[in-house]
C-alpha cells in the first residue's frame, strides 16, 4: 500500500518557504547570500533524487521548487522602474501630479494619502504617468478620500532609510506596497479636488467600492471621534476602521508590554471574532425557518454568508496582510466544509501562506505577515493537543477553558517570542494572563458593538452612538487593565535583537518537542547536540565581541540633521553614546535608531551619555536611552534647557540613579581596555555662546584617535588652538588631571588616568568628526592644520535645509586631503581600529571599506592581505 503523505506537512509547508527563502535572497542580494542559496538549492536537488524514502524526497522537491518559483518572482519585482513611472521624477524641482485617491489615513494630526498618478507636469516636461505616491499632509483641515480625483504641488522624492545597523528597512515596507514615491506638505495650499474623469467600467466599479468603503470608514471615525475619548478613541480606531497608529504612546507601550500588541491591529483575531459572530447569528436567524431548516444545510448556509461578512470588516479595516490571512484561511477552511472534507487548520494556514508569498513579493519580512503566522501556527498546533476527559460540572468546563486558554496563550507567547525579540526587542512575560483578563473586554466586548453601529449610523444616530458608547467603554477597561498589568516588575524583558542565525536556532528549539517523537533515538541525541554546539558557538563569538575584543569602535550613526555616535572601548572597557540626535516632529531617534543599533550589538546598558551642548538635534534621542539603558554616568558642560525634551532626559537621570559628571578641559574622563577619553573643550561655558561651549571629547588607542567636536565654530575653535598643549606634553590642570568615575559635579576626582594609556589633550586625531553639521562657521583652516585628520565624518540630514555641508567646509577638507565621510549619503560610518591601523566603512552604504597604516611596524596577527591605492596593508580577520 502506498506511503500517504500529509499534503500540509509535506508539500504546502515546505513549498511555502521556499517560496520565501528564494525571494528573499533575490531581495538582500548579497555575495554571501547568493553563494549560501545556491549551495543549499544543489543539496535539496540531491535530496529530490537520492532521498532515502518518499517523504524526504517530495520535502526536497517542494523546497527547491518553491525557491525557484520565489527567486523568479522576486526578480521580475525587482526589475527597474518602468519609464513612464511617477517615481521617475524624483528630485528636488517642484512637480505637479494628477491621480486618484486609493487610500487614506489618520495618523495623530496628519493625513496620509495614497495617491494613484495618472499624469504630471514638471519643470522638465509633462506626460503620462503611472504608479502611487505616498503622500503626507502634517496639517490637514479636512478628510480626503478614496475616489477622490485630486491635483497635488510638491517635491517628490524616493523612499530612503537612514542608513543604521538595525533599524526598520521603511524603503523596503514602501516597496511591497508598491510605493517607489513620497511625498510632504505641511497643510493643503498645494491640493486641489479635481472633477472624477471617465475610466473603464471595470477601473470606475473599483473606484466606486473603494468610495464606498471611504465614506462608511470615515463616517464610522467620525462617530467615534463624537463618542469616545482617548485612549478609547485611538483604540477603536485601530481595530474598527484599522488606522493602526491612531493609538497613542502610552497606550502602545502598555499593549506591547503586556504582549497585547495584536489585539490593536486587524488580525485573525478579530476576524475570529467577527465570523463567528456572523456565522452563529445568520445560522440562528436561518434555524428559526422550518422550510430552511429542513430543505438546506443551514450550517453550509451560514458559513458561505460569513465569506462576504469577513470580506466586509477586512476592507473597512484596510486590508493589512494580517487580515488578508486570516480571510484566506476562512476561504480554505469553508472550501472544505462545502466539499465535506475535514476542515485542517494547519493546511489552510499553508495555503493562506502560499497565496500571500506569491502574490505579495517580499511579504516574508513583513512584520504583521511573521507574526500573524507564527501565532496562528501556534494556536492550531496547541489546540489539536488531545483534551482532558469530559467535564460533569460547570466548574470543571470552567477549569477546562481557563487552561485551554492558557495553553494557547503560552503557545503564542512563546512562537511569537523570537520575532518580539527581533522587531521590537522586548518579549512579554505576563502576556498569558494579561491574554486571559483583557481580549474578553479588547475583543468581543470592543468589536461587536462598534460595528452594530456601522448599518445604524444612516438610521438612528442615537443607537449608534450608544452602541460606540459601550465599545468605549469596555475599550477603557482592558486598557485601564493592560496599563495596571504593564506596570508590575518584570512584566516584559528587553532583549538584544537576535541575528539570523539565532532566529533559526530559536525557532528550532521550539520545534525540537513537537517532533521529538517522531524522531529515532539516535537522531535525538544528534539533533541536541548539534543545537548546543551552535549555541555553544554563538555565546563565545559574542563573548568575544562585547568583553574580549581588542578592537576600538566607533560608530557615527545617521541621525538626520543632528550628532549621535556609539564608542565600543577595546577589552568591555565600556560603552559610551556621544549625543543623541534628536528632530522636531516626535521622531525619537533614540527609540526608533540609536536603542535597535545598541541592542543589535547585544548593549543592554551604558557605561556613560555624553551631551556635547544642549540643543535637540544633540539631546533629544538620549531621554530613551537613559530610560531602558540605565547609564552610569552622564558626561556634559554643565549647560541646562529648559525644553520639554530636555526635561525628560534630566527625569530619567534621576530616575535611573546615573551620576552627573561636568567636564572641563584637559580632564581625563576614562581610561578602560588601554584607550582613554579626554575632554579637550571647553574651560568656562556658561561664558561662551552655546555652540562654541561645546563639550568636546578625543577617543585615543594607540595611534588611533577620534575627535568630536560637537557644533563648536570658529571662536571656540580658535580658544582650543589657544591652549591646547602639543602632543605628549602635560595638561594645563595637572598631570593626567581628571575627573573620576565615581566624581560628583564640582568634587575632586576619585581616579586618575594611569600613565599607560598615553599623552592627554593633544589634539591631533586621524579621525574628525567635523563640527556643526558641516557649517561654514566650523572647521576652520587653522583647526585642519592643528588636527591633521586623515579621516572627516559630517552627520547631517539628507537634502537638509541649512544647505550643510558648505561647499566652503568641503573645499577646505580636500585641500587637506582629507577622506570625508557623509552619513546623508554612506548612512552610518563605523571605525574600527587596533591601535595600529584603522578602517574606516560603511555598514549599510555600497562605499567600499578604507584601511588605514597608523604606524610602520608590521603586526603579526594579521589574518589576511588587502591592497589599497597599490599599498598592501595587513588586516586582522576580527577587525570587522
Not at 75 to 87: F, G, Y
Not at 234 to 242: H, K, P, S
Not at 388 to 395: I, M, Q, V
Not at 581 to 606: C, H, N, Q
Amino acid at each position: 500500500m502506498a506511503e500517504r503523505v500529509p499534503v500540509a506537512a509535506f508539500v504546502l509547508v515546505p513549498l511555502t518557504v521556499g517560496v520565501l527563502v528564494g525571494g528573499a535572497t533575490i531581495f538582500d542580494a548579497q555575495p554571501a547570500t547568493a553563494s549560501a542559496a545556491a549551495v543549499a538549492a544543489l543539496a535539496l536537488a540531491i535530496g529530490a533524487v537520492l532521498g532515502r524514502d518518499r517523504a524526504t524526497r517530495i520535502v526536497a522537491l517542494a523546497l527547491l521548487c518553491g525557491g525557484v518559483l520565489g527567486a523568479l518572482r522576486a526578480t521580475v519585482a525587482c526589475a527597474p522602474l518602468p519609464h513612464d513611472h511617477i517615481a521617475q521624477q524624483a528630485g528636488r524641482a517642484p512637480i505637479a501630479i494628477e491621480g486618484t485617491i486609493v487610500a487614506s489615513a489618520r495618523v495623530g494630526v496628519a493625513l496620509r494619502i495614497r495617491l494613484r498618478a495618472e499624469r504630471y507636469r514638471g519643470v522638465v516636461g509633462r506626460g503620462r504617468a503611472r504608479g502611487d505616491v505616498a503622500l503626507t499632509i502634517a496639517h490637514p483641515t479636512r478628510d480626503w478620500l478614496a475616489g477622490t480625483a485630486l491635483r497635488v504641488v510638491g517635491t517628490l522624492r524616493r523612499p530612503r532609510n537612514f542608513g543604521d545597523p538595525g533599524e526598520y528597512d521603511m524603503r523596503r515596507a514602501l516597496a511591497r506596497q508598491g510605493i517607489y514615491a513620497t511625498m510632504f506638505l505641511w497643510d493643503e495650499r498645494g491640493l486641489a479636488a479635481l472633477e472624477p474623469r471617465p475610466h473603464p467600467f471595470a477601473s470606475r466599479l473599483r473606484l466606486q467600492l473603494v468610495g464606498a468603503v471611504a465614506r462608511a470608514r470615515s463616517a464610522l471615525g467620525a462617530a467615534i471621534d463624537a463618542g469616545s475619548e482617548e485612549p478609547a478613541r485611538g483604540f477603536l480606531r485601530a481595530v474598527l476602521i484599522g488606522e493602526g497608529r491612531a493609538l497613542d504612546d502610552d497606550a502602545r507601550r502598555a499593549l506591547a508590554r503586556t504582549g497585547l500588541s495584536h489585539v490593536a491591529c486587524v488580525a485573525g483575531f478579530h476576524l475570529a471574532v467577527v465570523t463567528a459572530a456572523a456565522v452563529l447569528g445568520i445560522r440562528w436567524l436561518l434555524l428559526r425557518s422550518q422550510h430552511m431548516t429542513l430543505s438546506w444545510n443551514v450550517a453550509k448556509l451560514a458559513a458561505l454568508a460569513g465569506v462576504p461578512m469577513v470580506a466586509i470588516y477586512a476592507a473597512l479595516a484596510g486590508g493589512s496582510v494580517s487580515a488578508a490571512r486570516s480571510h484566506l484561511m476562512y476561504v480554505a477552511l469553508l472550501t472544505a466544509v462545502l466539499a465535506n472534507r475535514r476542515a485542517d487548520g494547519m493546511r489552510s494556514l499553508a495555503a493562506a501562506a502560499l497565496v500571500l508569498a506569491i502574490a505579495v513579493p517580499d511579504v516574508g519580512a513583513d512584520i504583521s505577515f511573521e507574526l500573524s503566522f507564527a501565532s496562528v501556527a501556534a494556536l492550531v498546533l496547541a489546540a489539536t493537543r488531545p483534551r482532558a476527559g469530559p467535564t460533569s460540572t460547570l466548574r470543571q468546563r470552567l477549569a477546562a477553558v481557563v487552561m485551554a486558554s492558557v495553553r494557547v496563550s503560552c503557545a503564542v507567547g512563546a512562537a511569537t517570542a523570537p520575532l518580539t525579540a527581533w522587531h521590537f526587542q522586548q518579549v512579554s512575560l505576563i502576556g498569558p494572563l494579561a491574554n486571559l483578563v483583557t481580549l474578553p473586554l479588547l475583543g468581543p466586548a470592543t468589536l461587536l458593538p462598534g460595528l452594530g453601529a456601522l448599518p445604524l449610523l444612516p438610521v438612528s444616530p442615537f443607537l449608534a452612538g450608544l452602541l460606540l458608547r459601550v465599545a468605549a467603554c469596555a475599550a477603557t477597561v482592558g486598557l485601564d487593565l493592560a496599563r495596571v498589568l504593564a506596570a508590575v516588575p518584570g512584566a516584559a524583558l528587553e532583549t538584544p535583537v537576535p541575528t539570523v542565525l539565532e532566529l533559526v536556532l530559536s525557532y528550532a528549539v521550539l520545534a525540537l518537542p513537537i517532533v521529538w517523537r517522531r524522531l529515532r533515538p539516535p537522531w535525538r541525541g544528534v539533533a541536541v547536540a548539534v543545537l548546543a554546539t551552535i549555541t555553544a558557538i554563538d555565546a563565545g563569538y559574542w563573548t568575544w565581541e562585547r568583553w574580549l575584543n581588542p578592537r576600538l569602535r566607533v560608530t557615527f550613526l545617521s541621525v538626520g540633521q543632528g550628532d549621535a555616535a556609539v564608542v565600543e572601548l577595546p577589552r568591555g572597557g565600556g560603552t559610551v553614546v556621544i549625543d543623541g540626535g534628536g528632530m522636531p516632529g516626535g521622531f525619537d531617534t533614540g527609540e526608533r535608531l540609536i536603542a535597535p543599533f545598541l541592542r543589535s550589538r547585544k548593549i543592554m546598558r551604558l557605561d556613560a551619555l555624553a551631551l556635547s551642548h544642549p540643543q535637540l538635534d544633540h539631546y533629544g534621542g538620549l531621554a530613551y536611552l537613559a530610560e531602558h539603558f540605565a547609564p552610569r554616568e552622564f558626561w556634559s558642560n554643565g549647560r541646562t534647557a529648559d525644553a520639554a525634551g530636555f526635561m525628560r532626559l534630566a527625569r530619567a537621570l534621576d530616575v535611573a540613579a546615573t551620576q552627573r559628571v561636568v567636564l572641563r578641559r584637559g580632564m581625563c574622563v576614562r581610561a578602560s581596555g588601554g584607550a582613554r577619553i579626554d575632554a579637550v573643550h571647553p574651560l568656562a561655558p556658561e561664558d561662551e555662546d552655546l555652540n562654541d561651549g561645546s563639550l568636546v571629547l578625543r577617543v585615543a588607542y594607540g595611534a588611533a584617535s577620534v575627535l568630536f567636536t560637537g557644533d563648536v565654530e570658529r571662536p571656540g575653535e580658535l580658544e582650543m588652538l589657544a591652549d591646547a598643549p602639543a602632543p605628549g606634553t602635560t595638561s594645563p590642570l595637572g598631570v593626567r588631571s581628571t575627573r573620576g568615575i565615581g566624581s560628583t559635579p564640582g568634587g575632586t576626582p576619585t581616579s586618575a588616568c594611569t600613565s599607560e594609556v598615553g599623552s592627554t589633550s593633544a589634539l591631533v586625531s586621524a579621525v574628525l568628526k567635523v563640527a556643526h553639521h558641516g557649517s561654514a562657521t566650523s572647521t576652520s583652516a587653522p583647526l585642519l592644520a592643528t588636527v591633521a585628520p586623515r579621516i572627516a565624518v559630517i552627520s547631517d540630514g539628507v537634502d537638509n535645509r541649512f544647505h550643510f555641508p558648505a561647499p566652503a567646509v568641503l573645499q577646505r577638507l580636500r585641500a587637506a586631503g582629507v577622506d570625508v565621510w557623509r552619513t546623508d549619503e554612506d548612512g552610518a560610518v563605523r571605525i574600527v581600529s587596533d591601535g595600529r591601523r584603522l578602517v574606516v566603512g560603511a555598514p549599510r552604504g555600497g562605499r567600499p571599506a578604507r584601511v588605514l597604516a597608523l604606524d610602520v611596524e608590521p603586526t603579526r596577527d594579521a589574518g589576511w592581505v588587502r591592497d589599497v591605492a597599490g599599498v598592501r596593508f595587513e588586516i586582522p580577520t576580527s577587525l570587522w
